[in-house]
């Protein structure tokens, strides 16, 4: 458990490879988008100077994904982002930015805290549970797109099931779904 919530230290060196201190082997930067993916902090330091290129290197990921279509950031929040680096009075826009995120890792936590409690009784919440992680998992690594795609492990699979149990399960799941997206 401390390993996962120490921090990651990845060295480049000159020839701009990325060292991954832990485990000794060169790493690229979908390596290190995965390890952050996981929960990991990371920090990046040139062996040479000691300089921290942390930053660097993630905003480096994050044009990687946008470059590659998988636009997480809109338009207009890239626009602000720009117009709040030329503007001479100091920005609170990194300090939103940090807010926001922060409110969303919680609300997140606050979600399936209020989703797994009294409903783990009713039929199909298993199902209704691996979807609602799927979702939560691709907000937060910023891939959509099977969000709303039942996955196939999604849908308990037993012996005893007759059909009609299957499609009053599903009828049920369906309702919990529609009255969770209207919270």
């Not at 940090?98 to 409690?117: N, P, W």
């Amino acid at each position: 458990m401390a390993k996962a919530k120490s921090k990651l230290l990845i060295k480049r060196y000159a020839s701009r490879r990325l060292y991954n201190t832990e485990t000794s082997d060169y790493v690229t930067l979908d390596n290190i988008a995965g390890f952050i993916r996981d929960g990991r902090d990371v920090q990046i330091i040139d062996l040479k100077s000691g300089d921290d290129l942390t930053r660097q290197y993630l905003l480096q990921i994050i044009a990687d994904h946008e470059g590659r279509g998988e636009n997480v950031l809109p338009i207009d929040v890239l626009t602000d982002l720009v117009r709040s680096y030329t503007n001479d009075v100091q920005s609170v826009v990194p300090q939103f930015l940090a807010m926001s995120f922060e409110m969303l890792r919680d609300g997140q936590a606050t979600a399936m805290e209020k989703i797994s409690s009294p409903m783990a009784t009713m039929p199909g919440f298993e199902a209704m549970q691996a979807q609602q992680q799927a979702f939560m998992q691709a907000m937060a690594s910023g891939m959509g797109g099977n969000w709303g795609k039942p996955t196939a492990d999604a849908t308990p699979k037993t012996e005893e099931t007759s059909g009609d149990d299957l499609d009053d399960i599903k009828r049920q799941l369906a309702e919990l779904q529609s009255k969770l997206s209207k919270l």
